[in-house]
């Protein structure tokens, strides 16, 4: 899907099992790295011409290499 307000962003949904494999982790700074890692793993194999700019809520959000 494509941003309105800039259109060289694309936000992808992130998978909620992402979520649930990283509740366990009780250190926020901690959970929050591996979740990113996650993701950026994710984008890598699933979208590889998409490179994440950040994460927002959900959705990473991101821009064409």
Do not use: W
């Amino acid at each position: 899907m494509v941003d309105k307000q800039n259109s060289n962003l694309i936000k992808i949904d992130i998978p909620p099992v992402y979520m649930h494999i990283t509740k366990d982790i009780q250190d926020r700074e901690r959970r929050g790295n591996l979740f990113k890692r996650y993701v950026i793993g994710y984008l890598a194999v699933s979208y590889p011409e998409l490179r994440l700019i950040k994460i927002e809520g959900m959705k990473a959000i991101c821009r064409k290499r």
